[in-house]
């Protein structure tokens, strides 16, 4: 709206220099003193507008951007799947990948998540921090004209692969997969979403179109910005049940039917909320 009020301006000072054009330069002098205040005047936020974002607005800036996500998602597979094979096909690079610290204890069979049972209320925020960071990285890689967030979520994707392969050949897949479902339901898509706002970024930089540079970026990094945003607060969830929940003695079944139940509210949001009511 800010683009078009500056052209139409502009047309407005051409039009006033054209004495056939006073009835025109009328109505675009009315039109710019109606759309003057809507652009220029400070809007209080409030606690309704907070809520209407995440109810109904998150979702549609999701559904919106489900491309990008998708090729986030694909990049962080396609690592995965390279990180596993590395580890099958030569299994010095596990050692190599993981160090010596975390394949000790991979190889005694105990989990080296083990010492956040001890620590629950520090590890929590120690993993909310970790987790918005990676996020936030992903995203501002995106200046790199997208280069640096795809070398965030393949390697994101190699180290899972290499993990989970890892924990496969000795016999610690039940483990790892029932300590990683509780949040990684959540914790995953937030990293997929985050990749896919730093993709944004770098869509308007290397492909503006009929816009300036700088007007395309400025539109893909605003679009870029309420991506991310709307998933701190689901960091904050999973990192709160990878410090409390993840790590406990829970039934590894009851962890995987919580992590099923947690996916289906998240992604029925996702996918159904914010969708406009038909009207008959």
């Not at 809007?43 to 809520?51: I, L, N, P």
């Not at 596990?94 to 991979?106: A, E, H, K, S």
């Not at 979403?193 to 893909?220: V, W």
Request: a positive charge; one cysteine or more.
């Amino acid at each position: 709206m800010g683009l078009l009020y500056r052209q139409a301006a502009a047309d407005l000072s051409t039009l006033r220099e054209d004495p056939s054009g006073k009835s025109y330069a009328r109505f675009l002098n009315l039109l710019l003193a109606r759309a003057h205040n809507t652009i220029y005047s400070g809007q209080k936020s409030s606690a309704r507008g907070f809520f209407d974002f995440f109810l109904h607005e998150y979702p549609r800036v999701f559904r919106r951007n489900l491309h990008l996500i998708t090729i986030a998602t694909l990049l962080f597979v396609a690592g995965g799947l390279a990180g596993m094979l590395l580890t099958l096909t030569r299994p010095g690079f596990m050692y190599l990948f993981l160090g010596p610290g975390m394949m000790d204890t991979i190889e005694h069979h105990k989990m080296w998540t083990d010492s956040i049972v001890s620590v629950k209320p520090l590890a929590a925020s120690g993993i909310m921090t970790n987790n918005i960071s990676v996020c936030i990285a992903s995203f501002a890689y995106g200046l790199t004209a997208g280069l640096g967030t795809i070398y965030m979520m393949v390697f994101n994707g190699v180290m899972m692969g290499v993990i989970g392969s890892a924990c496969w050949l000795h016999g610690m897949s039940l483990s790892l997969w029932s300590f990683v479902a509780p949040h990684g339901v959540l914790e995953l898509p937030a990293i997929f979403i985050s990749g896919a706002a730093g993709l944004r970024i770098g869509q308007g930089l290397l492909f503006p179109g009929m816009l300036s540079r700088r007007d395309s970026l400025g539109r893909a990094g605003a679009e870029a910005i309420r991506l991310v945003l709307g998933m701190v607060p689901v960091l904050i969830v999973a990192g709160t049940i990878e410090g409390f929940i993840s790590p406990s003695g829970l039934a590894p079944g009851l962890k995987f039917a919580l992590a099923g139940a947690i996916a289906v509210v998240f992604f029925g949001y996702l996918f159904s909320g914010g969708k406009e009511k038909q009207t008959a």
